[in-house]
């Protein structure tokens, strides 16, 4: 079974700060592994996938996560923070099932991103 | 292009009643899964389908059901509505079963009285 685990609820950084959103994930399989940004009464709009090719991935808006087998981890970063990237992440997990397909993803509860001017 | 589109964007339905929610895919799309987001908590899968079958259930009781037709659009129909159900149902569109990247449309926000 596949899970993700989002090991904080809520971070608070000031503008033009680093931020790191922490991600933990457990699969069975070989994971693809995605970040979701969620504004206020928006969709969700996709930042960034790992999908096994090369471990650090760089996505929209300036982000990028670093994919780490050895640590079960999957870490969201972006150098300075823009008062715009306050929203709602999501660390989401995909497993590829034996028959190579996959049906669903797995989302973490979600980490709420404040940026202080 | 048309991104995944939902309809109604707002609904709100008494206890026991049925609500029906549509979606309809990115042009091209074949595969469409629903999800429901509880207030606070990430999204939750409820169904994936792939031309016009059932791919995928996530762990939801018979009174939710879905269809995919034809033209690859979807319904949600939820039955003998409880109180719990009130969240933001989200659907999503991908290329195919197998496929990796969906992407959400905006959702209906349900509300249970």
């Known amino acids: 079974a596949q899970s993700v685990t989002q090991l904080d609820s809520h971070v608070s950084v000031s503008e033009g700060t680093p931020v790191l959103l922490r991600c933990n994930y457990s699969?069975?399989?070989?994971?693809?592994l995605f970040w979701y940004v969620q504004h206020p009464n928006k969709g969700l709009q996709l930042l960034l996938k790992y999908t096994s090719a090369a471990t650090l991935v760089k996505g929209i808006n300036g982000f990028e996560a670093e994919f780490k087998k050895s640590e079960t981890s999957f870490h969201l970063t972006k150098p300075s923070a823009h008062m715009s990237d306050a929203a709602e992440y999501f660390c989401?997990?995909?497993?590829?099932?034996?028959?190579?397909?996959?049906?669903?993803?797995?989302f973490g509860k979600g980490t709420l991103l404040t940026v202080n001017p | 292009d048309a991104g995944v589109t939902q309809s109604p964007t707002h609904l709100i339905k008494t206890r026991g009643q049925h609500v029906t929610l549509r979606c309809s895919p990115i042009?091209?799309?074949?595969?469409v899964s629903w999800y429901q987001q509880v207030l606070g908590q990430g999204p939750q899968f409820i169904f994936q389908y792939y031309e016009k079958e059932e791919r995928g259930r996530g762990n939801f009781p018979d009174r939710f059901s879905a269809r995919q037709f034809p033209n690859y659009s979807s319904e949600l129909n939820v039955n003998a509505l409880l109180l719990g159900d009130s969240a933001l149902y989200l659907c999503?569109?991908?290329?195919?079963?197998?496929?990796?990247?969906?992407?959400f449309g905006p959702g209906t926000r349900l509300t249970v009285l």
């Open positions: 042009s091209g799309h074949k595969s």
């Open positions: 699969s069975s399989y070989s994971p693809s």
């Open positions: 999503a569109s991908s290329y195919r079963v197998g496929y990796n990247e969906q992407f």
């Open positions: 989401v997990v995909s497993d590829l099932n034996s028959g190579g397909s996959n049906y669903k993803l797995t």
